[in-house]
């Protein structure tokens, strides 16, 4: 079972407004992921950090920014949404001595801006 | 370009009854081949894991196969229950950077049907 918490679960907001999305893990995993994914279609990497104090950019261009200040806490905020960013939002996390590299989800953050 | 293809996009089976669905995969240089198993308007939980060197895995119900060579893998459910009902999504991870990148496939979305 995987323990990795994830709030809000669903939200929505107007657009301008600034948002944050939580993703938190207790299993003490170095490294934490956010993907964006539409209904039905693939998972996209927007954010992934290595540790404390390292993010870096993933694969599909967004607006959002990350930090990474501890090691169990991985937060996603959103300066100035809009109607564009309206998505699921998923948090993962994988630790170097997993057994089998498995990558845990969040339950994911549905997000609509209106 | 790397690339994972999944088919059937949908399928729809009776309870009880049993399928495979289909993954190819065109990343390299390969490191592993998740399946994992996506609840509507949840997170991915991951089903099985397999690297270069494994052919088969199972997982209760589940039975995952991997040709290396062809660059295929299939995912056998058994004695289907209305529980399955779900997206089964495909994810390979590449060896070309520290991260492992994954390349997620769009999914198969299954219903199991009373």
């Known amino acids: 079972e995987a323990d990795i918490y994830q709030t809000p679960r669903y939200l929505v907001i107007g657009t301008g407004k600034k948002i944050t999305l939580e993703c938190s893990q207790t299993m003490g995993h170095d490294k934490m992921y956010w993907y964006q994914q539409d209904p039905g279609m693939e998972l996209h990497l927007i954010h992934y950090?290595?540790?404390?104090?390292?993010?870096e950019k993933g694969d599909l261009s967004s607006e959002s920014t990350v930090s990474r200040i501890r090691t169990e806490h991985f937060p996603l905020t959103l300066e100035s949404a809009r109607p564009s960013h309206t998505s699921q939002y998923l948090c993962?996390?994988?630790?170097?001595?997993?057994?089998?590299?498995?990558?845990?989800f969040g339950e994911g953050s549905w997000l609509t801006v209106v | 370009k790397n690339q994972v293809e999944q088919s059937p996009q949908s399928l729809i089976i009776l309870e009880g009854k049993n399928c495979t669905l289909q993954?190819?995969?065109?990343?390299?240089?390969?490191?592993?081949l998740r399946w994992y198993k996506q609840d509507t308007g949840r997170g991915p939980v991951s089903l099985t894991i397999?690297?270069?060197?494994?052919n088969t895995k199972s997982n209760g119900r589940y039975t995952a196969t991997l040709d290396a060579d062809t660059k295929q893998s299939s995912l056998h459910i058994t004695a289907s229950q209305l529980s399955d009902s779900a997206s089964y999504i495909c994810?390979?991870?590449?060896?070309?950077?520290?991260?492992?990148?994954?390349?997620f496939g769009r999914g198969t979305q299954l219903t199991v049907w009373p």
């Open positions: 993962a996390s994988s630790g170097y001595r997993e057994s089998g590299n498995t990558i845990y």
């Open positions: 994810v390979v991870s590449d060896r070309g950077s520290t991260l492992g990148r994954l390349y």
């Open positions: 993954c190819n995969y065109t990343v390299s240089p390969f490191s592993n």
């Open positions: 397999m690297t270069f060197s494994e």
């Open positions: 950090s290595y540790g404390v104090n390292s993010t």
